[in-house]
């Protein structure tokens, strides 16, 4: 998913992809199947809390744009968040921030274990 992605925001509609069911994708944006769009919305979102411009790493933050192209801001805000709660945690994408905890580093996506922490940050 992710090269099919390239440098694209995230935003609703497009063309169909090709070898990625249900995925659109247009000139500045690319839209993932329903059951990983919350999935998506999430790691974005903590990808954001995560940078914050310490380490060499830029401040990641969502805007509410699609033309951010390489710029260390990801779009848009709006859709991902209602990516996030149209497709809330569900078991699989649970048991997986699990398994990052114990095998990688003790890093969970707080955003998995509350998802209601989206609106907090982002209202
Ligand atoms: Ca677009
Ligand atoms: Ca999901
Ligand atoms: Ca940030």
Not at 8 to 16: K, R
Not at 84 to 113: L, M, T, V
Request: proline share 7%; charged share 25%.
């Amino acid at each position: 998913m992710n090269s099919d992605r390239g440098n694209l925001d995230f935003d609703n509609g497009g063309s169909a992809v090709n070898q990625c069911s249900d995925c659109w994708r247009d000139g500045d944006s690319f839209e993932p199947r329903d059951s990983v769009k919350g999935d998506v919305a999430r790691m974005i979102f903590y990808m954001a809390v995560r940078y914050e411009g310490g380490d060499g790493f830029a401040n990641l933050e969502p805007n509410e744009s699609v033309n951010n192209n390489t710029a260390p801001y990801i779009g848009m805000l709006s859709v991902l968040k209602a990516w996030s709660a149209g497709d809330p945690p569900d078991a699989f994408e649970k048991r997986r921030n699990e398994r990052i905890h114990a095998q990688w580093q003790h890093n969970r996506n707080p955003f998995i274990d509350h998802p209601e922490w989206v609106t907090s940050i982002w209202p």
